[in-house]
């Protein structure tokens, strides 16, 4: 049983950087729009955050560019206390559909998230430590679908391989969940109803044919 309280771990890390006075430089892989509304509303206060759109499990070229565009215009329309920068990774779904190869038929949640997840955090504390970013995170762990202990676990091996800080997280908790619902609403972002890979897509249309 998880013991680990990620709320409870950011909210230390962030009294200590308000001690400060200082807004350390923090890399924050996105998923999407959505997710991301609450997340930099919230960590900007505390970070200067360069907000890393890296998806290449978004297997559809046209659903990856809407939400990118998605992306961009939430930053822009968006306030923030720190400033927040938009950078786009590399675009390779093949990266990724190799990545995943022999797991296509896992269910949502199983092995193939874990290697897709390991696959985009790698990338951000990478390049963090490229950057001399102090901190990475990702906005994963505000979807009620996803295991925020595993994404903190996978985050933490990746930025420890990488030589940065992993900022813990579990951005659902205290309404971080229903505030980006609000938000998504406020700025009438599109929200998708799948992750982005054509796996979870196929089970999406199986389901609504089932109904």
């Given at each position: 049983m998880n013991t680990r309280n990620y709320q409870k771990e950011l909210d230390?890390?962030?009294a200590d950087i308000e001690k400060?006075?200082?807004a350390p430089k923090l890399l924050l892989h996105s998923c999407c729009a959505p997710c991301s509304s609450y997340v930099l509303e919230?960590?900007?206060k505390y970070f200067s955050v360069?907000?890393?759109?890296?998806?290449?499990?978004?297997?559809?070229?046209e659903e990856y560019r809407k939400r990118v565009g998605e992306m961009e215009r939430l930053?822009?329309?968006?306030p923030h206390i720190h400033?927040?920068?938009?950078v786009e990774g590399e675009y390779d779904p093949n990266a990724f559909l190799e990545a995943v190869k022999g797991l296509e038929d896992c269910p949502e949640g199983g092995d193939r998230c874990?290697?897709?997840?390991?696959?985009?955090?790698r990338e951000t504390a990478q390049l963090a430590a490229r950057w001399n970013m102090e901190y990475v995170t990702t906005t994963l762990t505000i979807s009620p679908l996803k295991n925020a202990e595993l994404?903190?676990?996978?985050?933490?091996?990746e930025a420890k391989l990488a030589g940065v800080k992993w900022l813990p997280s579990d951005f659902k908790k205290r309404g971080g969940y229903q505030r980006s619902i609000e938000l998504s609403r406020e700025y009438d972002l599109y929200r998708q109803n799948y992750c982005g890979c054509v796996f979870s897509r196929r089970r999406d249309l199986k389901l609504s044919l089932e109904k």
């Open positions: 230390a890390v962030i400060t006075g200082n919230y960590l900007s360069t907000d890393f759109y890296y998806n290449p499990n978004i297997t559809e070229r930053i822009r329309s968006q400033e927040v920068t938009f874990s290697v897709c997840f390991r696959m985009r955090l994404l903190n676990q996978i985050g933490e091996e």
